[in-house]
C-alpha cells in the first residue's frame, strides 16, 4: 500500500538560508513517526510544507495518493491533514468546546452536528469536564491537549503534533503519550516534532532524525539513540551506548 504521507526531494529556502535540504521522507498509515533534532534543524518548517502553509521552493508532497504540493492549508486540511501548533493557538476568550466547535465546522456545517462532534472530542481528549470554561482558564496541560482536540475535530487521517509533550510533568506527559497512542488506535497516523527523548522514543514506530536541513538517519527508535551520527550532531554523549 502506498505511504499516506510522502515529501519527495523537498527544498525550503528563506533567501540564502536552507532550512529543508532534499527532504524525503515518508510515513505509512497507521504509523506513528517522530520527527526531531536540534533547535534550527528544519523540523517546524518541514511541519508547515506538509500542511500547506507554504510551498516548498523545490519538490513535491504527496498525501493519501495525491499531490498537494501546491494546494492551500485550509484545501489539505479538508483532505485529512490535522496538526498543532508548537505556540498554542487557541482563542483564548472562547470556551473550550467553543474552541473545538471551530475546528468541528470544517466537516459539520450544521451547528447542531459541529457541537455535538465538538463533546464526542472533549470526551475522547479527557476534556470533558472542561467544556465550558475559558480557553484562557486552563492550566497548560490542559491548553496542549485542547490544541489536540481542535486538530481531532477536524477529523484527520494525518495528524500532525508539534511539541505537544514539551513542558509538561512527566505524570502530565504520560497521559499525553496514552492520548497519542489512543488517536493511533482510532486509526489516525501521527507525525509528531517532539525533543524529549525519553518521552517520544518508547512511543514512536520510527524516528526520523533532521539536522542542518537534512535527513541525518531514519529508522527504529532504538537503532536510531544509538547511531553515532545522532549521538554527535543532537543527542550527546549521555545517550551512547554503554555510556
Ligand atoms: N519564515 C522564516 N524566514 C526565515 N527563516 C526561517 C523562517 N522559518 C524558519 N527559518 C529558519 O529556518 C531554520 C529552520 O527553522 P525551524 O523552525 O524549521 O527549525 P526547528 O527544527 O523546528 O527548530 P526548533 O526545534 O527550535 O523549533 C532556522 O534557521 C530558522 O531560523
Not at 503534533?161 to 497512542?181: I, M
Request: include cysteine.
Amino acid at each position: 500500500m502506498t505511504a499516506l504521507l510522502e515529501t519527495r526531494g523537498v527544498w525550503q529556502r528563506f533567501g540564502g538560508l536552507v532550512a529543508n535540504s532534499d527532504v524525503s521522507i515518508s510515513v505509512g498509515r497507521g504509523e506513528i513517526v517522530g520527527l526531531i533534532g536540534p533547535n534550527g534543524a528544519g523540523k517546524s518548517t518541514l511541519f508547515n510544507l506538509i500542511a500547506g502553509v507554504l510551498p516548498p521552493t523545490q519538490g513535491s508532497i504527496w498525501f493519501d495518493g495525491e499531490d498537494v504540493t501546491h494546494m492551500p492549508a485550509a484545501e489539505r486540511c479538508q483532505r485529512g491533514v490535522g496538526r498543532t501548533f508548537q505556540v498554542v493557538k487557541s482563542f483564548e476568550t472562547m470556551t473550550v468546546v467553543d474552541n473545538v466547535i471551530v475546528g468541528a465546522l470544517v466537516r459539520n456545517t450544521v451547528m447542531r452536528e459541529a457541537r455535538r462532534k465538538a463533546h464526542q472530542v472533549l470526551e475522547f481528549t479527557g476534556l470533558a469536564a472542561r467544556a465550558d470554561v475559558l480557553a484562557s482558564d486552563l492550566v497548560p496541560a490542559e491548553k496542549r491537549r485542547l490544541e489536540v482536540a481542535r486538530a481531532l475535530a477536524t477529523e484527520p487521517k494525518l495528524l500532525l503534533l508539534d511539541e505537544v509533550l514539551t513542558g509538561l510533568t512527566p505524570t502530565e506527559a504520560q497521559t499525553g503519550v496514552a492520548l497519542v497512542r489512543k488517536v493511533r488506535d482510532a486509526g489516525i497516523t501521527v507525525l509528531m516534532v517532539e525533543h524529549v527523548m525519553e518521552i517520544v522514543m518508547p512511543l514512536v514506530d520510527r524516528a526520523i532524525v533532521l539536522d542542518l536541513g537534512k535527513v541525518l538517519v531514519e529508522g527504529k527508535p532504538a537503532d536510531v539513540v544509538r547511531d553515532p551520527k545522532v549521538i554527535s550532531a543532537y543527542l550527546g554523549d549521555r545517550h551512547a551506548v554503554g555510556a
